[in-house]
């Protein structure tokens, strides 16, 4: 029997600083409420999608960092997305900023939960490729990932989604070929990013006109070369000053893009993903069984000489 996967990408234009979360998971309930309106099983929403993406300030003080993290998921604030992802029988994928004290100490993650159409929770991924730095310096734009989160300790982990393989992966984890090859490894047939890119970089501008093609460039390649599917959803517009990218999309393990947005706004796009495609595709190029041999990287290893 052929299998398809309903995926809705939900943009959200940008969530300022001043939004409280009440009104920001309100913006979330809307946007899943379309996506089942078109019959999505599955949304996916940006990084950072409870809150501004506050890496682009320098702060000191604990009580004004945590105020953008969560310590308990679903919280007071956010169980409504849960309960409406039951109520309308469709899971999702939420970025948020985790505060975990379980083991006595404080860490703070990247992290991205994924959420099944009953409303509970099947599994967790902590951002791996932490960009940026722990201080602002001149000349760069401020980008603090590093001072405000540890590294994810997860792994790349892949989830039974409804009998479908998910993976998750956060913003710049979406540019290093590893996070495909190790969720593709895992056995992903979907792949799900969330995130927030800056239109502008101070340290780059002649790169600037690139922005777009390096967003998509090396999802469509991670696709293709891993034969998954991608769904990518951005935060967009001006947040707090700063102008995101956008440009979410979902692409097809031929690297095509299947469908993209049209705004830098709350939007949703949704694509029947065809699961067989992956096996096609897999015909073609990309039979890892056949040929990603122990033997063959032996060569390869040899041959590149001494690093
Ligand atoms: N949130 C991110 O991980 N942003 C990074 C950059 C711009 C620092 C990105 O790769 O989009």
Redesign the pocket.
């Known amino acids: 029997m052929a299998r398809h996967l309903t995926i809705a990408v939900c943009q959200t234009g940008p969530i300022q600083r001043s939004a409280t979360r009440a009104e920001t998971v309100d913006r979330l309930v809307a946007l899943l409420e379309r996506a089942a309106a078109a019959k999505a099983e599955v949304a996916v929403f940006p ?1 950072m999608a409870l809150t501004s ?1 506050f ?1 682009r300030w320098e702060m000191e003080d604990d009580a004004e960092i945590e105020a953008f993290f969560e310590e308990a998921m679903p919280g007071q604030e956010t169980r409504r997305l849960y309960e409406a992802a039951a109520a309308l029988k469709i899971g999702f994928a939420l970025g948020y900023s985790e505060l975990d004290r379980s083991s006595g100490k404080t860490r703070r993650y990247n992290t991205m939960d994924l959420v099944g159409p009953d409303g509970k929770f099947i599994g967790r991924y902590r ?1 791996m ?4 730095g722990t201080e602002a310096s001149a000349g760069t ?1 401020t ?1 603090l ?1 590093r001072r405000y989160f540890e590294l994810g300790d997860l792994g790349f982990p892949v989830f039974d989604y409804c009998g479908v393989r998910v993976g998750l992966a ?6 290093w070929p590893e996070t495909y090859r190790m969720l593709g490894l895992g056995g992903a047939e979907v792949v799900l990013i969330g ?4 239109l502008l ?1 101070d340290e780059a501008p002649s790169l600037g006109h690139l922005r777009m093609f390096h ?1 998509h460039l090396p999802m469509q390649a991670g696709a293709y070369q891993n034969t998954v599917w991608v769904a990518a959803a951005a935060k967009a517009g001006n947040e707090d000053g700063q102008q995101l990218i956008g440009g979410s999309c979902i692409i097809a393990p031929t690297g095509e893009l299947a469908a993209q947005v049209t705004s830098l706004d709350d939007e949703v796009i949704v694509h029947r993903a065809d699961l067989d495609l992956i096996a096609v595709c897999r015909k073609v190029n990309f039979d890892f069984e056949l040929y990603r041999r122990p033997d063959q990287y032996r060569l390869i290893a040899e041959r590149a000489g001494p690093l």
């Open positions: 990084e993406f890496p951002k490729h932490i960009p940026g734009t980008h990932e956060l913003c710049n984890d979406r540019r995130y927030n890119t800056p970089l967003n």
